[in-house]
T-cell receptor, first 109, second 112 residues
Framework: DAKTTQPNSMESNEEEPVHLPCNHS???????IHWYRQLPSQGPEYVIH???SNVNNRMASLAIAEDRKSSTLILHRATLRDAAVYYC??????????FGQGTTLQVKP | ETGVTQTPRHLVMGMTNKKSLKCEQH?????MYWYKQSAKKPLELMFV???????ENNSVPSRFSPECPNSSHLFLHLHTLQPEDSALYLC???????????FGQGTRLTVV
């Protein structure tokens, strides 16, 4: 299973943009890049995913490098409710999701 | 509400008990998963089912026994557990790998 590397933790101020990086240098051509987040005492929640092109949805944007070896999750205006662990995951042909340590995002008021 | 429902939400059991965790989804997904999350650790994938067939068992001890009677239901049968099995057990379902997976709220299991 291809691995991802994320910073252990990041801090942001409320209402400012947040850029969460992820490196995945061993990504294969058929791996989708998925992002999930987990709020305290809850199950993970889907955020966004992509294959090659940048993606936008109501929660966030996903910027994928041209060589696909890295990606960035962008929260345009962080709120206190965005404080969570964010997981960057490569989803292969088997479809399974393997979680790493993720990035713990703290949002300061 | 994610469309994936897990029951019970909390469970306390003794080491000699037998209990079952239940997961249900009516999202039309063909794949279902069990994960274990111990305190301050990442989620560990335990079992994967595709179209009711088990396709992955990540070296899970036999005291955990999964069952998938149909594409909408997944069970995890528990017997003679150890205190170190106390954790949050999460169920998830998904369609094609190009689509998102949905997780339940989890069952918080405490083995005493």
């Amino acid at each position: 299973d291809a691995k991802t590397t994320q910073p252990n933790s990041m801090e942001s101020n409320e209402e400012e943009p947040v850029h969460l990086p992820c490196n995945h240098s061993t990504i294969s051509g058929t791996d989708y890049i998925h992002w999930y987040r987990q709020l305290p005492s809850q199950g993970p929640e889907y955020v966004i995913h992509g294959l090659t092109s940048n993606v936008n949805n109501r929660m966030a944007s996903l910027a994928i490098a041209e060589d696909r070896k890295s990606s960035t999750l962008i929260l345009h205006r962080a709120t206190l409710r965005d404080a969570a662990v964010y997981y960057c995951i490569l989803r292969p042909n088997t479809g399974k999701l393997i979680f790493g340590q993720g990035t713990t995002l703290q949002v300061k008021p | 509400e994610t469309g994936v429902t897990q029951t019970p939400r909390h469970l306390v059991m003794g080491m000699t008990n037998k209990k079952s965790l239940k997961c249900e989804q009516h999202l039309g997904h063909n794949a279902m998963y069990w994960y274990k999350q111990s305190a301050k650790k990442p989620l560990e994938l335990m079992f994967v089912y595709n179209f009711k067939e088990q396709t992955e068992n990540n070296s899970v001890p036999s005291r955990f026994s999964p069952e998938c009677p149909n594409s909408s239901h997944l069970f995890l049968h528990l017997h003679t557990l150890q205190p170190e099995d106390s954790a949050l057990y999460l169920c998830a379902s998904s369609g094609d790998r190009g689509l998102e997976a949905f997780f339940g709220q989890g069952t918080r299991l405490t083995v005493v």
